[in-house]
């Protein structure tokens, strides 16, 4: 749900409180960027990740000082965002972005054994629908490797800009094309690894991908 601290100030007209419009957001993208504070210093990490109902899932490596401290239950602040097209005014002032994006407040658990095999998983077939089944699974050594958390989808926040170029009246008259450019997300053609045995072809899944 949305708080205080998730409150839209900036154009707060902007705000979606509805729970779908988030999963929607969460469903679509890939990466989210994650902040954690550490000795006082912000940062920010970028990991891939999947919504696993009113859950979040992303894992890093048990290396990395920043993410243990995730793990632990630091304080994070989680966001998505995606990119739906440019919106090209008459003037560069109020030229913007069509966008849709989210932010999640909380505290992130770590998830062990069973419940860690099951969320990268998740995680797998959320990012690459089919390939857990097909390529190699982790083995012990790799998920020792590996922290998987999981931040509960709590306190949230929806900011969604979908509208068209709004030009101040003395703008309107000018010879400068005014509207939306578009973003759109598509898979290319699947590029063969230069050390692929002979006679491996694309696995038919990835015809099924979709842009999102």
């Not at 902040?35 to 919504?51: E, K, N």
């Not at 304080?75 to 998505?80: A, G, K, N, S, Y």
């Not at 990012?127 to 931040?151: F, I, S």
């Not at 003395?170 to 939306?180: E, F, K, N, R, T």
């Amino acid at each position: 749900m949305t708080s205080e601290r998730t409150r839209v100030r900036r154009l707060p007209e902007k705000q979606v409180e509805d729970r779908a419009v988030l999963d929607a957001v969460l469903d679509a993208g890939r990466v989210a960027h994650v902040a954690v504070v550490d000795d006082g210093q912000p940062y920010v990490l970028a990991v891939a990740y999947a919504r696993d109902g009113d859950r979040v899932l992303f894992h890093g490596s048990t290396g990395s000082r920043l993410f243990r401290s995730i793990a632990a239950g630091a304080d994070t602040c989680l966001t998505v965002t995606l990119v739906d097209g440019l919106v090209l005014a008459r003037s560069v002032f109020e030229s913007s972005m069509r966008y849709r994006g989210a932010m999640i407040l909380g505290r992130a658990a770590e998830l062990e054994h069973r419940a860690k095999f099951e969320a990268l998983e998740r995680m797998s077939e959320r990012l690459t629908p089919g390939r857990w089944a097909e390529a190699r699974q982790p083995n012990r050594r790799e998920l020792a490797a590996t922290l998987v958390v999981a931040l509960p989808i709590e306190e949230w926040s929806v900011k969604v800009s979908d509208g068209w170029p709004t030009d101040e009246e003395g703008d309107l008259g000018l010879p400068v094309w005014a509207g939306v450019l578009p973003v759109e997300e598509r898979y290319g053609e699947p590029l063969a690894a230069p050390d692929l045995q002979p006679g491996v072809e694309p696995p038919p899944y990835l015809g099924a991908w979709s842009p999102r």
